[in-house]
Each structure stands twice: as structure tokens, then as C-alpha cells.
């Protein structure tokens, strides 16, 4: 568990899953990631939360607001095994969702900044990577916020999505 002023990131449970679905599976947080998903698209997803920290012991972790005691997103560091063949394949990845009625309360900038911290803590990872498409300017300015570089070399096309990644990345201080 990473805890923050105002965050706990924690692992993902079974019984979260209602609660995932409500927060992540609406219009305007699927507009970026091909729209509203069906039950099964996101138990796939969700599944892949638990079965990243399974595997890794790292994950999009659970992001409750521990004042208020409620799921606000995901954020974490996550071994990028699904992306083979690209130059990110097998990467430390960081990435961030925090649901609509959390945005603009610095959530994923505050959530990223523990979990790539408690990343060069616990794994002797040379980098971490993030990457959107251009469009996400949200996910680019929190990558800018965290000193993440760009690093075009490493850009990539989504495998089934056909989107363009813009990739950053930081070096372990």
C-alpha cells in the first residue's frame, strides 16, 4: 500500500469490480480508449489489474481518497507485457485514470509521482515510461509535471487500436 497527503494506492480486490466499472466505463473516460466497453471488455480489463499484481507485484493500483473513503481511479507502474513488439514491450510503464468527477484536483499528478517513487524504491528499474496519443493533452501535461521526457524514439502504434503513442520517460535518479 502507497499512501499519499490524500491518496491510498492499494491493490485491486474482487469486490472493487462494481465500483471500477461505474468509475472507469462512461463516455468521457472511454473517449481515448475506443468508447463505452461491454461487461466482458471491461471484466478483461479489470482482470488484467489483478493479474498484473499477480504476476509482478506491481499494478494499476486502486486510488481511494482516504478522507472521503471512495474509489477516485488507477494509478500505478505496471511491466508492459502486453505490448509485444513494440519498443516499450517489457517496459516500466506508468499510467493514471481518475475518474471525471475527480479531475482537476491534481489526483493523477499526486498518485504518479508515489507510485514511480515507490518504483525506484522496490525495483532496480532504469526508467520508467507513459504514452497517450497527441489528443490527451490531460496525460501529457501530468507526464511534463512528473519530468518526463519526450522520447519519440520509442514512439509506437496501439497493437488493435492503430492509435500513435506519444512515449515519455525518466531515468532512475
Known sequence: MI???RL???P???DDRAAFDALFNTPAMMARLGGLKPPEAMAQI???RLNDYARHGLCYWAVIDWQEGVLVG???VRVADNYPGTPVADQ???GWRIGEAYWRRGYALEAAAASIAWLWAERPAAQVLAWTTAENG???GVMRA???DRRSALDFIRPGSGEACLVHGMARP
Do not use: D, Q
Open 8 to 10: 491510498v494506492l492499494r
Open 92 to 94: 516500466y510503464e506508468a
Open 12 to 14: 485491486w480486490r474482487p
Open 46 to 48: 479489470f482482470a488484467r
Open 74 to 76: 488507477s494509478c500505478g
Open 3 to 5: 499512501e499519499t497527503a
Open 138 to 140: 490531460a496525460s501529457l
Open 146 to 148: 512528473l519530468g518526463m
